[in-house]
């Protein structure tokens, strides 16, 4: 498809990690740009503007650390890059991404038929390792991976491997302002209440045991000192909401569809 680009992100000096990725992806005839991952691990959080504290405590129920604020720089700096080239489509692998069929192939077969579903999609997560509340839409199979595209009511969580519309990336760039959560959990509030977020299941692409650098250490950080007393209570309102959410407009993107068919 000569209107999607593909990129990796990877941090410097991790070259190990990127041979083999770089391996997987030769295997399916894929090339890939490399985008230098942003190493948050060591950062001063004081010290970050586009970071809100206080909004993460009251939305998360924890401060961030520097390994998702990594992460999420990586992102931002990814769908940058994109809108400055003239691809169509962005597909992101971080570098522990492992595909399980020719992703290209599977999003040359998918595109075309999302684009008169939903011309207006935002953002696909073709890694994620869970779902919940979505709508079905139309299978396929690639290399014997059989999978369905679907409607994520309720975004997957994880940005191991996602695919941007040029809109979707413009949106995100454009609309950032300050940082109140990790990237994938941004993802799902921004998607789950706009809707036009897709994924498909099972995950074409899932991931090796290899922990990401980029968040190295993080899980320890989070479940220490930077939980709040309240971050239970937070987290189960953060889910109920967003599902409530979810389950609001799997309703009406399902009239929307069965009245698309019967006019199409």
Wanted: net charge positive.
């Amino acid at each position: 498809m000569q209107s999607l680009d593909v990129y990796v992100i990877n941090l410097d000096g991790s070259n190990d990690r990127l041979e083999a990725i770089s391996g997987r992806l030769a295997a399916y005839g894929v090339t890939f740009k490399r985008v230098s991952a942003f190493d948050g691990r060591k950062l001063d959080l004081a010290t970050v503007a586009d970071y809100d504290e206080n909004r993460a405590e009251r939305y998360m129920g924890r401060s961030l650390v520097g390994g998702e604020i990594g992460c999420y720089r990586s992102h931002l700096d990814a769908a940058t890059r994109f809108l400055a080239s003239d691809a169509r489509y962005l597909l992101i692998l971080e570098d522990d991404a492992l595909p399980l069929c020719n992703p290209v192939a599977l999003l040359e077969k998918a595109l075309p038929d999302l684009e008169k579903i939903d011309p207006n999609w935002r953002l696909i997560n073709i890694g994620n390792n869970k779902l919940k509340i979505a709508t079905p839409l139309a299978s396929y199979t690639v290399n014997d991976h059989a999978c369905e595209l679907v409607a994520a009511h309720y975004f997957p969580m994880t940005t191991s491997a996602i695919v941007w519309s040029r809109e979707g990336a413009r949106l995100f760039v454009e609309g950032h302002r300050k940082m109140f959560a990790p990237v994938d959990n941004y993802f799902r509030y921004w998607l789950t209440r706009s809707g036009h977020g897709y994924s498909f299941w099972p995950a074409p692409v899932t991931t090796t045991d290899a922990a990401s650098q980029i968040l190295a250490s993080s899980g320890q950080q989070r479940k220490t000192n930077k939980r709040k007393w309240y971050y239970g209570i937070t987290k189960q309102r953060r889910l109920m909401e967003d599902k409530l959410i979810a389950f609001v407009h799997k309703k009406r993107f399902r009239r929307h569809i069965k009245a698309a068919r019967r006019h199409g």
